[in-house]
């Protein structure tokens, strides 16, 4: 529906690969990221030195006024300056 000439740039599809063996190796790489089991921690479960996990959300989206989504996700630039989103 679309391919990836659509599906990558909307967000739907977040990883585009060359080939087979690339997309295999894009999705044991996304998978190390899940728990091996439901319920589990994740594997990577110690970020201290890694990321902040307290720090202000920046970006704050202003009533009637259209914005992108994924500036209130990632963080972006906002009339030059760059504002954090809650996963940058």
């Not at 030195?49 to 307290?54: R, S």
């Amino acid at each position: 529906l679309g391919g990836p000439q659509i599906m990558s740039p909307n967000g739907v599809s977040h990883q585009l690969a060359n080939d087979h063996l690339s997309a295999i190796a894009e999705t044991l790489q996304w998978l190390s990221f899940v728990p091996d089991v439901r319920g589990n921690p994740a594997p990577v479960s110690d970020i201290r030195g890694i990321d902040v996990i307290e720090r202000p959300i920046e970006f704050t989206p202003v009533a009637g006024v259209p914005y992108d989504p994924r500036d209130l996700l990632n963080g972006g630039y906002v009339e030059g300056q760059w504002l954090s989103g809650f996963f940058d």
